[in-house]
Nanobody, 126 residues
């Protein structure tokens, strides 16, 4: 069983930056594909970014491409989401997710992930 804990959320001004982190308890991250998702009030949870087990394959939602960067440090057992040039529409609860995977693959659908964190709130003020 993998328990994921997100951190780094908060209030940020539009145009600013924020870095989210996600760390597991109970298992090393190295054998898991990871992803970031977000959910705004009244909306479905949506894919933000995904990364393969070794970080060789990465994908982004079109709404964040060029502004957000997903990365992982398997030695530190931590997943990151660097958020730059944030916009008011980035306001949401952000979740990290994990699933056992072979190398070279990332996933974009919520149903493809087995483990989820509790989320961290990001609020962008204009």
């Amino acid at each position: 069983q993998v328990q994921l804990v997100e951190s780094g959320g908060g209030l940020v001004q539009a145009g600013g930056s924020l870095r989210l982190s996600c760390s597991p308890s109970g298992s090393p991250l190295s054998g898991y594909a990871m992803g970031w998702f977000r959910q705004a009030p009244g909306k479905e949870r949506e894919f933000v970014a995904g990364i393969s087990t070794a970080g060789t394959k990465i994908g982004y939602a079109s709404s964040v491409k060029g502004r957000f960067t997903i990365s992982r440090d398997n030695a530190k057992n931590t997943l990151y989401l660097q958020m730059n040039t944030v916009k008011s529409e980035d306001t949401a609860q952000y979740f990290c997710a994990a699933r056992r995977a072979v190398t070279g693959v990332y996933y974009t659908e919520t149903l493809q992930y087995s483990f989820w964190g509790q989320g961290t709130q990001v609020t962008v003020s204009s």
